[in-house]
């Protein structure tokens, strides 16, 4: 097993420059192991320092150091977490990652479930492979805010939805967090005749308990590819259904809103698009803390777009098109309109693209694959420049999911590619003319942002 802790670089603004070396392995500070980089950022915080190194020989040595209080040290390792991701154990009913055809990259079927990339990258965990320590570790280091897949708080039927026998002691977990002080985020993958109607309402009522603890809850509908071969049978959502399950969650998120000022339960975006509902206002969703679970996010996408379309004073009027998926293109195509009435030399059009990889009943844009994309808009009047959502790249690699790189499909559509951010801001200058630079983002846990939305 190879060593943890391995420096790979250090910055040069770090107080450890010069004093150590890549090949070096992080042991302790100030007296205190550290095993990952939770421990490193907590116990690295601190003014005055003691930090114990085993050196590339096999040397120890102990530095002191001073620096400013609540500095990185400037350390990077050769893993983000400085050890393995937890892999989770569960098999969820409604897992979308088993839902994968065979064939794909490795990565791809990872289902992380580690606490500490919830705390740093915002995935959600299900408490179901804390140990005693680990558990413990949060408390005394006050991790928070931890997020989480709840899915339902009834013991049993939260057993038989994980397929874990640890899955029942949620409850119990999360009191011991509240009572810690700890925030908790969570998420509720609603699933047609299980866990919805009578368990959702006792799910919220339990979550409400935990309030101001629990901060926010996301109510979302089950994805459902067609690679579902010796997979359990599970409904999708009807309008109907949609439809109802939106007016539970708001009738009871009206009383919360009306006894702690705050809805605290919020269906996602998504929810409302299956019913064939108008989304909620922007102020709807206050704070906007369950973005990652797609709730607010077009709304909030709408009025960034909005403000940066006021202060823009005018486009570059080169042709241009925009591919999404078919949830999203009407709200695209009505941004493009918004534009179109300020500047008349705009020259915009946007494709749905249709899901056949995973199938018509996936619309979300950011699981459309390259071989989909590219069969789709091959031959169309693509203008000179188009943009896609980031979330269809894996952004180390810039591939999709299927491994077509961002350089194989411009060759193929025969056109200038650019992956634009959730952020309605970047969006609208892309339209106007001003396009955003590609970055890399350094984080090496793989396809973290797939499996974060797929949890």
């Known amino acids: 097993m190879a060593a943890k802790n391995v420096i790979k670089t250090i910055e040069k603004v770090s107080p450890l420059y ?19 980089v939770l421990d490193y950022k907590f116990y690295g915080y601190d003014r005055k320092l003691k930090i114990e190194i085993l050196t590339a020989e096999g040397k120890s040595k102990t530095i002191r150091v001073r620096k400013i209080e609540g500095m990185d040290l400037g350390l990077e390792f050769e893993t983000y977490l ?28 990872f289902k ?41 708080t009834d013991p049993v039927l939260r057993e038989e939805m994980l397929c874990s026998k640890r899955a029942g002691e949620v409850m119990e977990l999360m009191t011991r967090f509240a009572e810690a002080g700890i925030t ?11 866990n919805d109607g009578e368990a959702l309402l006792r799910s919220m009522v339990d979550l409400r308990s935990l309030y101001p603890a629990v901060n926010s809850v996301s109510i979302v ?12 049978d599970l409904e999708a959502f009807t309008p109907e259904h949609a439809g109802e399950t939106i007016d539970m969650v708001e009738e009871f998120a009206q009383k919360c809103l009306e006894e702690t000022g705050t809805r605290l339960f919020f269906c996602s975006d998504e929810m409302y698009l299956k019913a064939g509902r108008a989304l909620p206002e922007d102020d709807f969703y206050e704070e906007h803390t369950q973005l990652d679970n797609g709730v607010g996010m077009i709304r909030l996408l709408e009025k960034e777009f909005e403000m940066a379309l006021d202060c823009s004073e005018s486009a570059d009027g080169v042709s241009f098109s925009m591919a999404t998926a078919a949830d999203f293109a009407p709200f695209l195509e009505n941004l493009l309109c918004t534009a179109e009435k300020k500047y008349d030399n705009i020259k915009g059009k946007v494709y749905s693209i249709r899901n056949d990889f995973y199938g018509e009943s996936v619309t979300v844009a950011g699981l459309i694959t390259g071989r989909d994309l590219i069969s789709q808009l091959k031959g169309k009047q693509l203008g000179q420049r188009l943009l896609i959502s980031a979330n269809m790249l894996r952004q180390e690699e810039m591939d999709f ?35 955003p630079q590609v970055q890399k983002p350094k984080a090496d846990a793989e396809d973290t942002e797939y499996n974060k939305y797929n949890q």
């Not at 010069?18 to 500070?29: E, N, P, R, T």
């Not at 492979?129 to 928070?144: A, P």
């Not at 999911?401 to 892309?430: F, H, M, N, R, W």
């Open 82 to 109: 400085m050890d393995a991701p937890r892999s989770c154990a569960n098999r969820c009913v409604f897992c979308f990652i088993d839902q994968n055809p065979a064939g794909m990259r490795k990565s791809i079927y």
């Open 401 to 435: 999911l299927d491994d077509i790189t961002l350089e194989e499909a411009e060759k193929e559509l025969g056109v200038k590619i650019y992956p634009i951010s959730q952020d309605g801001g970047e969006l609208c200058d892309a339209m106007l003319g001003i396009m």
């Open 112 to 152: 992380d479930d580690d606490a500490r990339l919830s705390f740093l990258m915002g995935c959600y965990i299900t408490l179901t492979n804390l140990s005693k320590r680990e558990i413990q570790r949060i408390i005394d280091l006050h991790i928070s805010p931890v997020n989480i897949s709840v899915h339902t």
């Open 221 to 232: 509908p089950l994805g459902l590819t067609k690679h579902r071969e010796g997979l359990r």
């Open 184 to 194: 908790m985020n969570c998420q509720i993958v609603c699933c047609p005749g299980i």
């Open 18 to 36: 010069g004093k150590v070396k890549a090949g070096d392995q992080l042991i302790s500070i100030n007296g205190n192991i550290v095993k990952d």
